[in-house]
């Protein structure tokens, strides 16, 4: 069961708009990632259903997430069908994701009433996903459709839009100020807030700290 309301999920994922994307087979290696990006100010984490023991590793340290990082919503991506939705919503996810609208994966999220983020990478898609239901909507892959004229261009017609943009993100000032600048609601980050020598090395503190800073560029710049 989710441990918060629709309306209160949304909020932490506005509040503290950098959403970590993220995967790892190793459920204390994936805590260990979520408790450093927790202690950099994230309230809002995304685990990928990127492997076939992506669920299992899911029910394993969402008790963790519940006790140790108190206030963080801990959500489920790359889900793409009706049967990951209801498993990973049975299994307290607190949001869902998707790379692209799947209808069956939004009806489940609706039937638990949790959010459902789905990926766009039109201004139709996007129209589409708020009629839908959807009060944040994912530009993805935000890069390749556009960047951040493209997140400018579509809140020109569409200024109440919350859009989440996941790829081409990175945890820098240049690359977060863009995407804030343009209008961006909050950002998606995966493997340039993970790098793969800092996993192997376990330097959480540099994970931590890239969290905080790319909080902090975000409220500076946000417009």
């Not at 669920?55 to 489920?76: K, Q, T, W």
């Not at 400018?152 to 000032?173: I, N």
């Amino acid at each position: 069961m989710a441990a918060f309301t629709k309306t209160e999920t949304i909020d932490l994922i506005l509040s503290a708009p950098v959403v970590p994307v993220f995967f790892n087979p190793d459920p204390q290696t994936a805590r260990l990632a979520i408790r450093a990006c927790y202690r950099g100010g994230v309230r809002a984490f995304e685990f990928t259903d990127r492997s076939e023991n992506a669920l299992l590793v899911f029910r394993e340290i969402i008790p963790f997430v519940r006790e140790e990082c108190p206030g963080m919503a801990f959500g489920a991506g790359t889900i793409l069908s009706k049967e990951a939705a209801e498993a990973f919503a049975a299994a307290g996810a607190d949001f869902l994701v998707s790379p692209c609208m799947v209808t069956e994966a939004q009806a489940v999220a609706v039937a638990h009433d949790i959010p459902y983020i789905p990926g766009c990478g039109t201004v139709t898609e996007i129209y589409n996903a708020v009629r839908s239901g959807s009060e944040i909507v994912k530009v993805f892959p935000a890069g390749s459709v556009g960047g951040p004229a493209f997140v400018r261009d579509v809140l020109a017609p569409l200024p109440g839009v919350k859009l989440m943009c996941t790829g081409s993100v990175e945890p820098s000032e240049e690359n977060v100020r863009a995407w804030a600048a343009a209008g961006a609601a909050a950002l998606g980050m995966g493997s340039k807030l993970f790098p793969k020598d800092a996993i192997a090395a376990g330097e959480w503190d540099s994970i931590a700290q890239l969290c905080s800073s790319s909080l902090k560029w975000f409220a500076l710049y946000h417009k």
